[in-house]
């Protein structure tokens, strides 16, 4: 594991199994602004708040950044560079902006 330059925000959940990978330069984020008041700077506007869960086993590669409420299945690699904003399954490859699952582990 490098957790060189990785931040973790946790304010709204942050669950981690056992055995899982993390590159250098990787961002969990927990939480966004909801952009309701427009007279307002988005820093003045409420945050909603959102778990991540990364699953055992799992390999999230570097400078990905895994957004509010995404859960990374069991066995899941996260290509470098990926920007996750929706779950991925366990056992998968997922890559790209955003992260697509281009392959299952399991065949």
């Not at 909603?48 to 400078?63: A, Y």
Request: charge should be positive; glycine fraction near 10%; hydrophobic fraction near 40%.
């Amino acid at each position: 594991m490098d957790w060189v330059n990785c931040f973790f925000h946790s304010a709204g959940n942050l669950e981690i199994g056992m055995s899982f990978g993390i590159g250098p330069s990787v961002q969990i984020i927990t939480s966004y602004h909801i952009n309701k008041n427009l007279n307002q700077p988005v820093l003045s506007n409420s945050l909603k708040f959102k778990k991540v869960t990364i699953k055992s086993g799992s390999d999230i590669r570097m400078n990905s950044v895994i957004l509010p409420g995404v859960t990374i299945g069991e066995g899941a690699i996260i290509g470098a560079g990926s920007v996750v904003t929706k779950s991925i399954d366990p056992y998968v490859i997922a890559i790209g902006s955003p992260a697509k699952q281009i392959k299952d582990r399991k065949l």
